[in-house]
């Protein structure tokens, strides 16, 4: 999910933006500004992923505001006039959206602020974690972990076409090293990544014909996590 704040000096424009980002998917606007002041103690205590900023304002015009900003948020332009659009793609702006602000056009800057996101990110072909066990530092790629087991004071983390790895740790201490986009905690003994789910059926997951149980504390999670 995208998470936005946007600051215009103009409540309208805000309220625009609200019901813009509401028929949107993979969008929330977290939070909506009149001030620049009070956006920018808000940013420093909760950083979001995008900026729709008007340029035009009484306080300090918005690229420099901009500029200004320690974090920087990937940034959409909002105004009415035009000739700003060259100086809203001096600093590398997303986009520049004309208000008043056709919802096919904030459509099309929503998609690309998910490509950028995309091809900035790290693919699961390279991400890894770094694992002590055996006296050495494993280092153990993401797509590789078949499912994780947890016994006692131990996880055993099983890896394609290669031996187990056994580590003295906890369960919640593995999760902690995971991403939760990619792996999920379906019993207080099993961690299984989320694209070699293969079905459900009752209170059981499947990876091919291997089964595995949802405990009961964490089937709630596990199917919201699934169905989304």
Do not use: W
Not at 13 to 31: G, M, P, S, V
Not at 139 to 164: A, M, N, R
Request: glycine share 2%; charged share 25%.
């Amino acid at each position: 999910m995208i998470k936005a704040i946007a600051i215009d000096d103009e409540p309208l424009a805000l309220t625009i933006l609200e019901h813009l980002c509401a028929k949107t998917n993979d969008i929330i606007l977290e939070r909506t500004f009149t001030s620049q002041q009070e956006a920018v103690q808000y940013l420093e205590k909760f950083p979001v992923d995008v900026l729709f900023l008007d340029i035009q304002m009484p306080e300090n015009d918005g690229v420099s505001f901009y500029k200004s900003l320690k974090t920087k948020p990937f940034v959409i332009f909002t105004t009415a006039f035009d000739h700003y659009a060259v100086e809203g793609f001096n600093v590398s702006a997303v986009d520049y959206l004309l208000k008043p602000i056709a919802y096919e056009r904030f459509e099309q800057a929503i998609d690309k602020v998910k490509k950028i996101r995309t091809a900035l990110s790290p693919t699961n072909e390279d991400q890894y974690i770094l694992i002590r066990a055996d006296y050495k530092l494993n280092k153990i790629y993401l797509k590789d972990i078949t499912y994780i087991e947890g016994l006692d004071d131990y996880v055993q983390i099983y890896i394609d076409e290669k031996s187990k790895i056994v580590a003295r740790m906890s369960m919640k201490a593995m999760m902690d090293q995971l991403p939760t986009s990619d792996f999920v905690r379906i019993h207080r003994s099993f961690i299984l990544p989320i694209q070699r789910i293969t079905s459900i059926q009752s209170k059981n997951i499947f990876i091919n014909d291997q089964e595995f149980p949802i405990g009961d504390t964490y089937k709630t999670t596990v199917m919201e996590l699934l169905m989304e």
